[in-house]
């Protein structure tokens, strides 16, 4: 497992980044001792396709537009 210190995160951060997204765990360091593990999300990795909680039936309702009165009416009771 790879160490990183505060600085190099501070100043390098794209590089952690980098290692953090290819899957590497790190172990952030402060004044030489262990301070956190890092780990990447498992869901960090780009999800191929349309995320499913976007996609919708598979046609759409047609449904008529509603005016100010009816769009209160819903709203207000």
Known sequence: ???VSIQE???EFAG???ALEAGEELILTFR????ARLLPFASAK???GI???LQFG???ENLEPLNNNQVDALIYG
């Open 51 to 53: 995320d499913s909680a």
């Open 46 to 48: 780009p999800a191929e």
């Open 32 to 35: 030489n001792r262990p301070l």
């Open 9 to 11: 995160m501070r100043f």
């Open 16 to 18: 952690v980044r980098a």
């Open 58 to 60: 598979d046609e759409p």
């Open 1 to 3: 497992m790879k160490t």
